[in-house]
């Protein structure tokens, strides 16, 4: 099954909006999160990885007091240790964050600026997504996230293993282009998808309108309706105009980059 309840993890400058019921549907501006109080919705997550990566997610205070996590200005600021000199095995992993929101959402429109995304580099591991309850059995979205070199983006739906949710693979509907496209986690061949892999959309980077991995950051959006999830995203300078108003319309906004309806999951 599609996820139902979702909460947010690791976001940076994130505007959520919810659909009234009412005959004009418009989305209207339901909750901010930003400098004045982002630390205050997120909570560090210090446990163990559960992805197994070279990782020390550390707590709040050490996470201020060595400067990985911080407001600057007007920007809130979530980094890595990048000084210290590691020795793998003998070291503890990198010290760095994982973050979640408080809020529970069940559908809306996402909207995420960031000011700046790490270049792909070996080690590298940055992440925004969004999971459902009882992880990883209800659901997970993965709206930014890719690992080492990879120059693409990797949107991807994990769905619970007993769905047959697919991404639907019809050009007209998103520009990405599908990797796999079984969102069930237990789906697996060995030769084109791996278990837990998920239904990936590949964003690639370094084009003229992907901001994946551009130092100047850029705009991620996600329209998650009883009918579908859509995912846009566009540099600063590229994004629809309306995209800061009091009503942003994902419907002048042309094709998302992934796109799963959901519909198919059941
Ligand atoms: C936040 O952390 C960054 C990176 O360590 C550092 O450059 C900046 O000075 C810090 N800002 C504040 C206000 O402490």
Redesign the pocket.
């Known amino acids: 099954m599609a996820p139902s309840i979702m909460r947010l993890a690791l976001a940076v400058g994130v505007a959520i909006l919810s659909h009234p019921v009412q005959a004009v549907q418009e989305y209207i501006l339901e909750k901010t999160y930003d400098v004045n109080n982002f630390f205050d919705e997120f909570t560090f997550i210090d446990t163990t990885d559960l992805s197994h990566g070279y990782v020390t997610y550390v707590d709040q205070q050490t996470a201020?007091t060595?400067?990985?996590?911080?407001?600057?200005?007007n920007t809130v600021?979530l980094?890595v240790d990048?000084t210290t000199k590691l020795h793998w095995p003998t070291d503890s992993g990198r010290k760095s964050v994982r973050i979640e929101g408080h809020d529970e959402y069940s559908q809306g429109l996402f909207v995420a600026s960031f000011a700046h995304f790490p270049k792909p580099a070996c080690g590298a591991w940055p992440a925004f997504w969004m999971y459902g309850p009882d992880w990883p059995n209800s659901g997970e979205i993965d709206i930014y996230e890719s690992w080492n070199e990879a120059t693409f983006n990797e949107i991807t739906f994990h769905s619970s293993t007993s769905s047959t949710c697919e991404l639907q693979a019809d050009p007209s509907k998103f520009t990405g282009t599908i990797q796999t496209s079984n969102c069930n986690n237990a789906a697996a061949n060995y030769v084109t998808q791996y278990p837990g892999q998920g239904c990936v959309t590949e964003e690639i980077g370094a084009s003229s309108t992907s901001p994946f991995g551009n130092d100047q950051g850029g705009i991620y959006a996600v329209e998650f309706t009883a009918d579908y999830i859509k995912i846009w995203s566009w540099t600063h300078g590229a994004a629809p105009a309306d995209i800061n108003s009091a009503h942003p319309d994902p419907s002048g906004w042309g094709l998302p980059r992934a796109y799963l309806k959901p519909a198919l999951c059941f």
């Open positions: 201020t060595d400067k990985i996590a911080n407001i600057t200005g600021y980094g990048s």
